[in-house]
């Protein structure tokens, strides 16, 4: 089945810093890709998605794109906030089910 | 304000004893699902239904029963918690939109079993 597989954390940088957070798949196909933001005791939500190669998903200035060649989704924002401190899951439908990677902790230092 | 409601916020509970999780949906979203979260081991899923009236088994389901009579409502039961049930539960719905489709995520049940 289709997965997803992102690096490990902890990820630690400094305010204003340049954020990268990796994520590849395996899919039959091209599902859309999404990156879901878990703030500290909150539930899931969606930060960005695209839906077919090429596109790339924007949001509070977080980017990613979709990129077929390389099976890559990868996280980037170009100047961290300590408000952006929170876990980023990368994740694809197989079939009817979201599939998650394990997650990446992002902790932004002030 | 539409979503999904999930209820208790957290509970703490004796081994061996039955719970039910609730789980409210009022977008009218057809597929519903349960999902497991620990540490270091990301979302899993425990127990699907694609409509109503239709359920399917995750990754994790043992221990674990739901049921979906409505389009509504999805509960999860745990027939007699053990300790490794402690967890942060989540529960998702999903829209039917295609490509364009996306999940939206309830708050979360931390459920400790002592």
């Known amino acids: 089945g289709n997965s997803v597989t992102q690096m490990e954390g902890p990820v630690t940088l400094s305010e204003e810093a340049f954020l990268t957070i990796n994520c590849t798949y395996t899919a039959t196909g091209y599902p859309s890709l999404f990156w879901y933001v878990q703030y500290p005791g909150e539930g899931l939500q969606l930060l960005l998605k695209?839906?077919?190669?090429?596109d790339k998903g924007s949001n509070k200035g977080f980017e990613a794109t979709y990129r077929k060649e390389t099976t890559s989704f990868h996280l980037e924002k170009g100047s961290v906030q300590v408000s952006d401190s929170a876990v980023y899951f990368c994740a694809l439908f197989d079939g009817n089910k979201l599939v998650f990677g394990a997650g990446t902790i992002l902790r932004v230092k002030s | 304000i539409a979503g999904i409601t999930q209820a208790p916020t957290s509970q703490i509970l004796a081994a061996g004893r039955r719970m039910t999780l609730r789980c409210t949906q009022d977008?009218?979203?057809?597929?519903m699902y349960w999902y497991r979260q620990d540490l270091g081991l990301g979302l899993r899923l425990i127990h699907y239904s694609n409509t109503a009236g239709t359920t399917g088994k995750g990754e994790v389901p043992d221990g674990y029963s739901v049921s979906r009579a409505n389009t509504d409502d999805f509960p999860l039961t745990l027939a007699s918690a053990v300790p490794s049930q402690t967890s942060v539960y989540f529960c998702a719905s999903k829209t039917d939109r295609g490509r364009d489709t996306e999940a939206f995520f309830g708050q979360g049940t931390r459920l400790t079993v002592v």
């Open positions: 977008m009218r979203h057809n597929a």
């Open positions: 695209a839906t077919k190669a090429d």
